[in-house]
């Protein structure tokens, strides 16, 4: 930050920083500096949608999980995030079926998420 403060991974790097302080809504913004640095950097739509999640946002969350995905259909860490989303909306079978086209694409990530 102190060498280039315009940097997107920068900045998300630094609201995962303050979240870890249960700063959310600072972190919030720091996320959404990251988006407006590059709007195609899909990993910071990734820790928004995140972040949306856990503070029980679920729809604005599954909004920008779709974003992110928009950008980066192939993330396992994005289809992953996503698939928690949809089970805890109670959308078990999509959920399931996420996780297996994710196995099926990297059968060494699933099995990560798993034991993890």
Not at 17 to 43: H, T, V, W
């Amino acid at each position: 930050l102190i060498l280039n403060n315009e940097l997107p991974e920068a900045q998300a790097s630094l609201g995962l920083c303050i979240l870890g302080g249960g700063l959310n809504a600072d972190a919030a913004r720091q996320f959404q500096k990251a988006i407006d640095l590059d709007p195609e950097y899909s990993n910071g739509y990734l820790l928004r949608a995140n972040l949306l999640r856990d503070q029980g946002y679920l729809s604005e969350a599954t909004r920008v999980y779709s974003q992110a995905l928009a950008l980066d259909p192939r993330n396992p860490a994005i289809l992953e995030n996503q698939a928690l989303l949809l089970a805890l909306q109670g959308q078990f079978e999509s959920a399931i079926g996420q996780l297996y086209e994710l196995g099926r694409r990297n059968p060494g990530r699933l099995a990560e998420s798993l034991a993890g």
